[in-house]
T-cell receptor
Framework: SAVISQKPSRDICQRGTSLTIQCQVDSQVTMMFWYRQQPGQSLTLIATANQGSEATYESGFVIDKFPISRPNLTFSTLTVSNMSPEDSSIYLC??????????FGPGTRLTVT | DAKTTQPPSMDCAEGRAANLPCNHS???????VYWYRQIHSQGPQYIIHGLKNNETNEMASLIITEDRKSSTLILPHATLRDTAVYYCIALANAGGTSYGKLTFGQGTILTVHP
């Protein structure tokens, strides 16, 4: 199994600023993902974080708004840029190794005022 | 990935079996049925997955119909800690652009009562 930690666990930010969320996995994994969960909603995939190359974004999400880095097999960051209140959500990191199981971090609860 | 349909909510008495249904009538031959759950304020947790045979692990059992158009997740002895949103997801395990991308629907809110 893999244990995923995220920093920060929560934050309150002002509109127009940016926040970088860190995701650390305790073992090497092949795939890492970033999800968003808006209040009262299900999870929506933002992008697949690719090691050593640009992330692959899902429809409706763009690199300028959600730049992602993945420098190695255990770490990734997601930046939420130029934030607005609509960005208030829980952001979750996920990872998948050699098994079929996909693991999730505890999430980062972001509130934009 | 095939679309799945689940009831929005279900109730269960503590100690009884919870049977959560899922319809996936358009599932492809290479798509597995995955179940995850999300307890309040936590990240989703893997429960079980299967292709066409019934599966059992320490958490639950998964019953898949012979035509693979539907499945049932069984929690044999539900406890209050099993109260969560349960997601049924169809996913191909290898190959294709959707590999590894879990698509979450609205899931079933299971409430276990004392």
């Amino acid at each position: 199994s893999a244990v995923i930690s995220q920093k920060p666990s929560r934050d309150i930010c002002q509109r127009g600023t940016s926040l970088t969320i860190q995701c650390q996995v305790d073992s090497q994994v092949t795939m890492m993902f970033w999800y968003r969960q808006q209040p009262g909603q299900s999870l929506t995939l933002i992008a697949t974080a690719n090691q050593g190359s640009e992330a692959t974004y899902e429809s409706g999400f763009v690199i300028d708004k959600f730049p992602i880095s993945r420098p190695n097999l255990t770490f990734s960051t997601l930046t939420v840029s130029n934030m607005s209140p609509e960005d208030s959500s829980i952001y979750l990191c996920s990872a998948r190794g050699g098994s079929y199981e996909q693991y999730f971090g505890p999430g980062t609860r972001l509130t934009v005022t | 990935d095939a679309k799945t349909t689940q009831p929005p909510s279900m109730d269960c008495a503590e100690g009884r079996a919870a049977n959560l249904p899922c319809n996936h009538s358009t599932i492809s031959g290479n798509e597995y049925v995955y179940w995850y759950r999300q307890i309040h304020s936590q990240g989703p947790q893997y429960i079980i997955h299967g292709l066409k045979n019934n599966e059992t692990n320490e958490m639950a059992s998964l019953i898949i119909t012979e035509d693979r158009k539907s499945s049932t997740l069984i929690l044999p002895h539900a406890t209050l800690r099993d109260t969560a949103v349960y997601y049924c997801i169809a996913l191909a395990n290898a190959g294709g652009t959707s590999y590894g991308k879990l698509t979450f629907g609205q899931g079933t809110i299971l409430t276990v009562h004392p």
